[in-house]
Antibody, heavy 115, light 110 residues
Framework: QVQLQQWGAGLLKPSETLSLTCAVY????????WSWIRQPPGKGLEWIGE???????NYNPSLKSRVTISVDTSKNQVSLKLSSVTAADTAVYYC?????????WGKGTTVTVSS | QSVLTQPPSASGTPGQRVTISCSGS????????VYWYQQLPGTAPKLLIY???QRPSGVPDRFSGSKSGTSASLAISGLRSEDEADYYC???????????FGGGTKLTVL
């Protein structure tokens, strides 16, 4: 049973860089794309980007200039960095393998951007 | 403004059949698979339908998906109180080279 554990800073000031990490336990890491998805309070889901074990990435064009997703295959971890955050980046951030028949999601990390 | 368009709300009474629509374009739904997710309050989304009309193991057959052209639908039959949740559609968009979601539909069981 694959499980995702995610962590990172939950409170940021405007202009800082958001940094989250997601560890994959209990299953295959390679052969899949691992995504970051966010959900602002009371709003819908927004795909941020994805990466596979070889480091191939796809990013949401609206966030691409500020996003870096990286992978550490030795630890089965993927990481998200989002630079120059503003209040509009306040959201619950999920890591997920979300479009395979056996989807798996992290519990979500609430990130608040406030001065 | 979401790339995929869903009605913001839907409702039904227990036992009824409800459908939720998802409208897109030729670059997303028209040329790629559609996925549906259920999100209960305070929890992460859960995959209900993949590849337009396939149910993952464990998803009741009360849930079904269909696609025609640039639109897709999720149908829930035999509506139950525990189906009250937010529902999202998603698809890969060839023009954006990324995944796009619908804005979500809040289903209320009356």
């Amino acid at each position: 049973q694959v499980q995702l554990q995610q962590w990172g800073a939950g409170l940021l000031k405007p202009s800082e860089t958001l940094s989250l990490t997601c560890a994959v336990y209990g299953g295959s890491f390679s052969g899949y794309f691992w995504s970051w998805i966010r959900q602002p309070p009371g709003k819908g889901l927004e795909w941020i980007g994805e990466i596979n074990h070889s480091g191939s990435t796809n990013y949401n064009p609206s966030l691409k200039s500020r996003v870096t997703i990286s992978v550490d295959t030795s630890k089965n971890q993927v990481s998200l960095k989002l630079s120059s955050v503003t209040a509009a980046d306040t959201a619950v951030y999920y890591c997920a393998r979300f479009y395979t028949p056996m989807d798996v999601w992290g519990k979500g990390t609430t990130v608040t951007v406030s001065s | 403004q979401s790339v995929l368009t869903q009605p913001p709300s839907a409702s039904g009474t227990p036992g009824q059949r409800v459908t939720i629509s998802c409208s897109g374009s030729s670059s997303n739904i028209g040329s790629n698979y559609v996925y549906w997710y259920q999100q209960l309050p305070g929890t992460a989304p859960k995959l209900l339908i993949y590849s337009n009309n396939q149910r993952p193991s464990g998803v009741p057959d009360r849930f079904s998906g269909s696609k025609s052209g640039t639109s897709a639908s999720l149908a829930i039959s035999g509506l139950r109180s525990e189906d009250e949740a937010d529902y999202y559609c998603a698809a890969w968009d060839d023009s954006l080279s990324g995944w796009v979601f619908g804005g979500g539909t809040k289903l209320t069981v009356l």
